[in-house]
Antibody, heavy 116, light 108 residues
Framework: QVQLQESGPRLVKPSGTLSLTCDVS????????WSWVRQSPGKGLEWIGE???????NYNPSLESRVTASIDKSKNQFSLNLYSVTAADTAVYYC??????????WGRGTLVTVSS | EIVLTQSPGTLSLSPGERATLSCRAS???????LVWYQQRPGQAPRLLIY???NRATGVPDRFSGSGSGTDFTLTISRLEPEDFAVYYC??????????FGPGTRLEI
């Protein structure tokens, strides 16, 4: 069973960069597309973007100008950078693995707070 | 961009009752791209139904999905205490993106 675990700073200053990594265990990172999804406190789900080990990347158009995703096959992990963050980027960030347009596997999520 | 709306926003029922949750799309959605998730408090979303009507591994058969075009439904035939959660529908369209509905809170 594939398991995902997010890691990274829990507190980021305004105008800074939010950086998260997702470790994939119990499966190969070459088997799926890998996504980031966030959920602001008390709100719904927002897809951020996805990446594939062969180089394919898709981003949510609303965030595309501030986001980059990367993948490290040797470490079986993928990462997210979100630039120029504001308080509106405070959220629980989930990593997820997808198959056939559905998000099958989810990490437990990590709360990232943007504050000075 | 396809927008999903879910109704009702909150549904109050009792264990043993039947729940019917609606997801409506602003444009027609290909059935294979319509998905449902369950999110319990403090937990990550869990895949429940994919391709409109297929239960994910380990999902009890009291959960069922149906629909086509712009109207989709998640039905829980007999509510168990652990079913009280928030349910999101999701669709995938082009350019590649996932979009979620705002969710239906199912409460006792």
């Amino acid at each position: 069973q594939v398991q995902l675990q997010e890691s990274g700073p829990r507190l980021v200053k305004p105008s800074g960069t939010l950086s998260l990594t997702c470790d994939v265990s119990g499966g190969s990172i070459t088997s799926n597309w890998w996504s980031w999804v966030r959920q602001s406190p008390g709100k719904g789900l927002e897809w951020i973007g996805e990446i594939h080990h062969e180089g394919g990347i898709n981003y949510n158009p609303s965030l595309e100008s501030r986001v980059t995703a990367s993948i490290d096959k040797s470490k079986n992990q993928f990462s997210l950078n979100l630039y120029s963050v504001t308080a509106a980027d405070t959220a629980v960030y989930y990593c997820a693995g997808s198959t056939d347009w559905r998000l099958d596997y989810w990490g437990r999520g990590t709360l990232v707070t943007v504050s000075s | 961009e396809i927008v999903l709306t879910q109704s009702p926003g909150t549904l109050s029922l009792s264990p043993g009752e039947r729940a019917t949750l609606s997801c409506r799309a602003s444009q027609s959605v290909t059935s294979k791209y319509l998905v449902w998730y369950q999110q319990r408090p403090g937990q990550a979303p869990r895949l429940l139904i994919y391709s409109t009507s297929n239960r994910a591994t380990g999902v009890p058969d009291r959960f069922s999905g149906s629909g086509s075009g712009t109207d989709f439904t998640l039905t829980i035939s007999r509510l168990e205490p652990e079913d009280f959660a928030v349910y999101y529908c999701q669709q995938y369209d082009m350019p590649p993106r996932y979009t979620f509905g705002p969710g239906t809170r199912l409460e006792i």
